[in-house]
């Protein structure tokens, strides 16, 4: 079984429509992460959150908003999906020791649509 | 914006070459790191290099980081056509600890 899980793998939503990307793992890390992976682009941080208390903005929060149920889950909304939302999501994991040599663990990733 | 930028955008070379891709950052960083995506899947870390280290190797894998001109290259010998990949330089720093990543060079591996 993967240790970072995204559901669901592909998505094809309407403009307007509320959509929910979720994020299981089973690393037991404490710091999740939402990406988005745009051709030409790269990965761009949507949000972060190093604990369950603990969420922050990446540099395109704009449209988006996340909920950390649990250490193990991480969710990203889009309220009001637009279609330059379309894009590959992903999620990742590290370990978050504070020892600044971090890696992340990706997911396989969701493949959003907005038409 | 992002912090790590690739060069080339696009490399295409026979099995058995050598493979050189570079990475060129603005800020002071504690480490930088490299990661590969094959297509449309998942990223997956190759090698970390921290900020007070010159060189570091992994398999066919060699690293080099140069703090003064703010750049790193990712050296993969012997390449394979399973090498076929794109490759995503990313640095972290600072106490709100978190990585940013480059746009990827994308690698080419022709049998």
């Known amino acids: 079984d993967a240790d970072v899980t995204q559901t669901p793998r592909n998505r094809i939503t309407k403009t307007g429509k509320r959509i929910m990307l979720e994020c299981s793992q089973t690393?037991?890390?404490?710091?999740m992460y939402w990406y988005r992976q745009d051709p030409g682009l790269g990965l761009r941080l949507i949000y972060y959150?190093?604990?369950?208390?603990?969420?922050n903005k990446g540099e395109i929060s704009d449209g988006y908003s996340v909920s950390r149920q649990a250490q193990a889950k991480f969710s990203l909304s889009l309220e009001s999906a637009i279609p330059n939302q379309t894009a590959l999501y992903f999620c990742?994991?590290?370990?978050?020791?504070?020892?600044?040599?971090?890696?992340?663990?990706f997911g396989s990733g969701t493949q959003l649509s907005v038409l | 914006s992002q912090q790590g930028e690739e060069d080339p955008q696009a490399l295409s070379i026979q099995e058995g070459e050598n493979a050189t891709m570079n990475c060129s950052y603005k800020?002071?960083?504690?480490?930088l790191q490299w990661y590969r995506q094959n297509s449309g899947r998942g990223l997956v870390h190759l090698i970390l290099?921290?900020?007070?280290?010159r060189e570091k190797h992994s398999g066919r894998l060699r690293v080099t980081l140069d703090t003064s001109k703010k750049s790193s290259s990712l050296l993969i010998t012997a390449s394979r056509a399973a090498d076929t990949a794109s490759y995503f330089c990313?640095?972290?720093?600072?106490?709100?600890?978190?990585?940013?990543f480059g746009k990827g060079t994308l690698l080419t591996v022709n049998p």
């Open positions: 959150s190093f604990d369950v208390k603990d969420i």
């Open positions: 690393k037991g890390h404490d710091r």
């Open positions: 800020t002071s960083i504690n480490n």
């Open positions: 990313a640095t972290g720093g600072g106490s709100n600890y978190k990585l940013t």
């Open positions: 290099i921290r900020s007070n280290e």
């Open positions: 990742a994991t590290s370990a978050g020791r504070g020892t600044g040599d971090e890696k992340l663990f």
